[in-house]
Structures are given as C-alpha cells and as structure tokens.
C-alpha cells in the first residue's frame, strides 16, 4: 500500500509494507525540484536514516530497474 501527497514544495510518497510477518518500517519519498530524499526509521539506531539522490541519479535508477546486470551510461535525450 502506499500514498501520494502533494504539498507546496514537494510531492511526499509513503511505501507501507503490508506482509505477512517481518514487516519493515514505512519508506518515505520525498520528491523536490532538485532531488528527491528517501527516507525509514532505523528501530536499531533509533533514528531516521536518509538518502538524497540529484535528478540524474533518479533517472539512472529507474533505467537500471529494467536493464541486466552490466556497466551504462545514458545518453542526454534519452
């Protein structure tokens, strides 16, 4: 399951993990004009790890979603 917000400044996505036994804590993206931040408690740390991908990472992870194993580069325009 997960949600979709839109705010001011940033469109928020909120993965919640609906299985059956191990369940993680919830994944929160947070998409901005220059980067988009993903974000989940960690229970161990007891805190709330973040990771901040630019742009270019983002559309380098969605391409490398269907893409098998190997080294790319895209090209601009594509």
Known sequence: MFTIEHDFDATTITLID???????????????????TIEQHDPRADRVQRVTLSLSQLRDLAAALDLPEGVYRLRPGS
């Not at 609906?18 to 988009?36: T, W």
Request: include cysteine; glycine fraction near 6%.
């Open 18 to 36: 609906e299985g059956a036994k191990h369940l993680q804590d919830d994944v929160v993206i947070n998409a901005f004009e220059d980067c988009v």
